[in-house]
């Protein structure tokens, strides 16, 4: 395999207020978790929202936000966004956003990060009413763990649900080396209630072609070393600026 090689992000992105905007430059297939624009779709725009993780109501109850996909149209309105956008929330601060390249010649990847983990939790844990009760408690407050990988591969469609799967695999594995504890069993954490991954690629026709994308693949050793790197940092953002508990 090619040497793998570090540097810093490439992709226009810039930071307003609370906002983080990733353009795309031209429409690039996508397909995310996300709250707004989720699945696969064509798309110029990522956002990355950060709400207040603490706001209450003026009786002191935790704040339910309504509708997360229409308050994502309307930050993509706010900013005069034209092109389709896919959103996504979180409550950390962008102060503490992460990014990093990777590249193997002729591919490269890109991820941007924000790293929360106040809603911690063990993939399987939630299987009685009690537990659920409590994840529903515990994801009042949105910490969580937002993957934005862009690269400029044409993958196909099976290699895009790859690519999910091994930036999930790259999570997991900091997660548990750095002992983040489950807010539900104390146990260790796989993720959070609501972590969302988008993976933005070359449409067909343009970039390398890549069919596969797995952890024995070029394609996928760049994400796990750039997922790797941005959660592990990520991490020590937020430890520092006691945004989650941690043992």
């Known amino acids: 395999m090619a040497d793998i090689i570090a540097g810093s992000v490439r992709t226009d992105y810039r930071v307003v207020d609370r906002t983080l905007i990733v353009d795309l430059g031209g429409r690039r297939r996508v397909l995310s978790s996300a709250?707004?624009?989720g699945g696969v779709a064509l798309v110029?725009?990522?956002?990355n929202h950060q709400v207040d993780g603490h706001d209450v109501t003026p009786n002191g109850h935790p704040r339910r936000f309504g509708d997360p996909a229409r308050c994502l149209r309307q930050?993509?309105?706010r900013y005069g966004l034209k092109g389709t956008t896919v959103g996504l929330m979180t409550a950390v601060p962008m102060t503490q956003l992460v990014t990093a390249r990777y590249e193997a010649e002729p591919l490269w990847i890109e991820c941007f990060a924000t790293v929360g983990v106040t809603n911690a939790v063990r993939a399987g844990e939630v299987g009685t009413k009690r537990a659920a009760r409590q994840a529903e408690l515990v994801s009042m407050v949105p910490?969580?763990?937002n993957l934005i990988l862009l690269t400029n591969g044409n993958l196909s469609t099976a290699a895009m649900v790859g690519a999910v799967q091994v930036a999930t695999e790259?999570?997991?594995a900091v997660l548990l080396e750095a002992g983040v504890p489950s807010m539900l069993s104390g146990s260790s954490a796989t993720g959070t209630g609501t972590d969302v991954v988008v993976i933005a690629c070359s449409r067909k026709g343009e970039g390398p072609f890549c069919r596969?994308?797995?952890t024995h693949t070029v394609l996928g050793a760049l994400i796990g070393q750039a997922v790797t790197y941005c959660v592990s940092a990520g991490l020590r953002k937020g430890k520092r600026g006691s945004m989650f508990p941690h043992r």
Do not use: H, R
């Open 35 to 37: 709250p707004q624009g």
């Open 44 to 47: 110029s725009y990522v956002l």
């Open 75 to 77: 930050v993509a309105a």
């Open 143 to 145: 910490g969580t763990i």
């Open 170 to 172: 790259a999570k997991t």
């Open 212 to 214: 596969y994308s797995g």
